[in-house]
């Protein structure tokens, strides 16, 4: 019987022994399409026949830079979200308490001319990063941007739920978002952190923003304007 | 450009570390440390898995497998592997990003440079050759930035 059974398991071999991480596979694997409509906002500055520059903080993207680059315009890409687990950024606060130094991030990342970029593709990040950033990074792509320069930011709402998984966005046409589940590498890099995720699981939703703490966050900005969606994530398209 | 070790590539195993500044004119595989500047001007340039590279880089064709901090120009391609960790300013003609792969940076396509008319040549009073046409830039190549998966 056993041999039978040595005999039938040799056909599933190569297979993943543990279902979790078939699942986990399947799941990084999987894309879902979506529109956005302040993507197709953005996109009609895309065709400005003067070459853009665009800078995006999401996780690394080739599509992104595929679909920029092919229309003429300069890509900057720097993975905000993956920069801000390094170890070495935290520190205790004067209370004690565990927090991120958001001056030697800012030192490290983001580290840009006043005024250079015409575009900043902001996605998910204001929710997943941890919390002593959120308003150093918004302060700090202000500066970045050109006065009347556009930044694009996504915002979950109460109905997401404190498991809303963190994706990363592919743009596939001027309106159309692939959403693709990500997860941590630092456990490749650098090591583990305690910053909001654990490497395994990937980035956990660090709060979810209302309006009002959203039009708080951008408040130096000149106008904002919310796209609302049917997958509990807001749309915020911020102009300089 | 294949990104593994063959017979045709000059090799830099791991244990080696160089500082300084590389150059040559054959296809080169690095697999160590190198600190400084490389330039391959006519050819390839393959870093390793266990490649890590302080330098700015110059070479025909570059594919990453490993760890760059330094800029890159590539006159034709260059391809950043799904183990690939990349700091540094990217300037090429085409780009491949595999999945994975880390990227901080500013990506800059550049279009083919536009090739002079070599048709027929009219001298003039000094004599000294003017294009009888005016030279026609040469039609931007087609992006073919690509996405490995």
């Known amino acids: ?240 | 450009m294949e990104a593994q070790k063959t017979p045709e590539f000059a090799h830099i195993g791991k244990s080696v570390i160089i500082k300084g500044e590389l150059s040559g004119s054959e296809d080169l595989y690095v697999d160590g440390v190198v600190e400084g500047t490389i330039q391959m001007q006519n050819n390839n340039l393959v870093i390793g898995p266990n490649g890590q590279v302080r330098a700015s880089i110059q070479a025909k064709g570059v594919a990453v497998q490993g760890k760059v901090e330094g800029n890159i120009r590539a006159t034709e391609r260059t391809e950043l592997r799904k183990s690939a960790a990349v700091v540094g300013d990217i300037v090429t003609q085409r780009i491949a990003i595999e999945e994975g792969a880390y990227f901080k940076g500013k990506v800059d396509i550049q279009r083919e440079a536009p090739k002079p008319v070599i048709s027929s040549l009219k001298l003039d009073s000094h004599g000294e050759g003017k294009p009888a046409t005016a030279p026609v830039a040469a039609t931007a190549a087609a992006l073919s930035t690509t996405v490995s998966k």
């Not at chain 1, 039938?8 to 529109?35: D, I, W, Y």
């Not at chain 1, 951008?218 to 915020?236: A, G, H, P, Q």
């Open chain 1, 1 to 240: 019987m056993a041999s039978v059974t040595h005999s039938f398991m040799k056909l599933f071999r190569g297979s993943p022994t543990n279902p979790a991480e078939s699942l986990k596979t399947v799941h990084s694997a999987q894309r879902l399409t979506r529109r956005s409509s302040g993507l197709a906002e953005l996109s009609r500055a895309f065709k400005s026949e003067e070459p853009l520059c665009i800078l995006d903080i999401g996780y690394t993207s080739a599509a992104n830079i595929r679909y920029l680059t092919e229309r003429g315009h300069k890509v900057y890409s720097e993975d905000l979200l993956e920069a801000s687990t390094d170890p070495a950024l935290v520190m205790a606060d004067e209370r004690g308490q565990t927090v991120l130094d958001s001056k030697r991030f800012l030192a490290e990342n983001l580290v840009f001319s006043a005024a250079q970029f015409d575009m900043v593709l902001c996605w998910n990040l204001a929710d997943y990063l941890d919390e002593s950033l959120v308003k150093p990074v918004v302060g700090r792509l202000w500066t970045t941007l050109k006065p009347g320069g556009m930044l694009l930011a996504f915002f979950h709402t109460h109905e997401a739920g404190p498991d809303a998984p963190c994706y990363r966005y592919h743009m596939v046409t001027g309106d159309t978002l692939e959403m693709q589940h990500i997860e941590a590498r630092r456990d490749q890099r650098k090591g583990p952190t305690r910053a909001g995720h654990s490497a395994k699981a990937g980035f956990r939703l660090q709060r979810v923003f209302n309006n009002r703490h959203i039009e708080n966050l951008f408040r130096d900005f000149t106008s904002i304007k919310f796209f609302l969606t049917r997958d509990n994530v807001r749309e915020v398209l911020v102009v300089r």
